[in-house]
């Protein structure tokens, strides 16, 4: 009768005080991609990858540099986020993540030498901290996009970006 008795009060709390019961949804993350141009499977794509690397050679300044290396990355990302949508090849959704990845690895780099060169960088690690936890966002929803079989692969890339989210909060 007791038990009972717990049980019903405890089901009735349930419905009195519901949001205590049920988990609070998990904000996404305000931060704005940009829009991706030409996708890695159009026949033109490695143009794009040219003119970008002929870009980038021409940038001096560090910071400057840092910032476009993430224009890059978040680029890439919204990329794969295309890919993903439009049920292109999930290896190639990985494979623009990776470099995705890359370009943020990058970013990270040349901030550190503009912190070397005591140029103020504390606005920019503020993006780079959102624009890391927003790729977060992105591997975990690409990730439910994707059949059993390519999660196996697509664990290295959640590890690296975690991997990055720890270099972010080094280089503060």
């Known amino acids: 009768m007791k038990k009972n008795l717990i049980s019903v009060f405890f089901l009735f709390s349930l419905f009195i005080y519901p949001s205590s019961a ?21 026949s033109i794509y490695p143009l794009k990858v040219i003119r970008d690397k002929i870009a980038g050679f021409f940038i001096k300044n560090p910071l400057k540099k ?17 890919l993903t949508e439009q ?12 470099n995705a990845q ?12 503009a912190k070397a060169q005591g140029i103020d960088i504390r606005d920019f690690v ?9 790729h977060q966002e992105i591997v975990g929803e690409i990730e439910k996009k994707i059949d059993k079989k390519d999660k196996k692969k697509f664990e290295l890339v959640k590890k690296r970006i975690l991997t990055l989210s720890h270099e972010v909060k080094k280089i503060r």
Not at 70 to 80: F, G, N
Not at 88 to 96: E, Q, Y
Not at 102 to 113: N, P
Not at 126 to 134: E, G, I, S
């Open 66 to 82: 840092a910032e476009f290396n993430l224009l890059k990355a978040d680029v890439r990302m919204s990329a794969a986020i295309s």
């Open 22 to 42: 049920v988990a609070a949804p998990v904000p996404a993350i305000d931060y704005q991609l940009p829009y991706p141009g030409i996708l890695p499977d159009n």
């Open 102 to 113: 890359d370009y943020f690895s990058e970013a990270l780099r040349k901030t550190g030498e």
């Open 87 to 98: 049920k292109k090849s999930v290896s190639l959704a990985m494979t623009t993540i990776s």
């Open 126 to 134: 503020k993006r780079l901290v959102t624009a890391n936890q927003k």
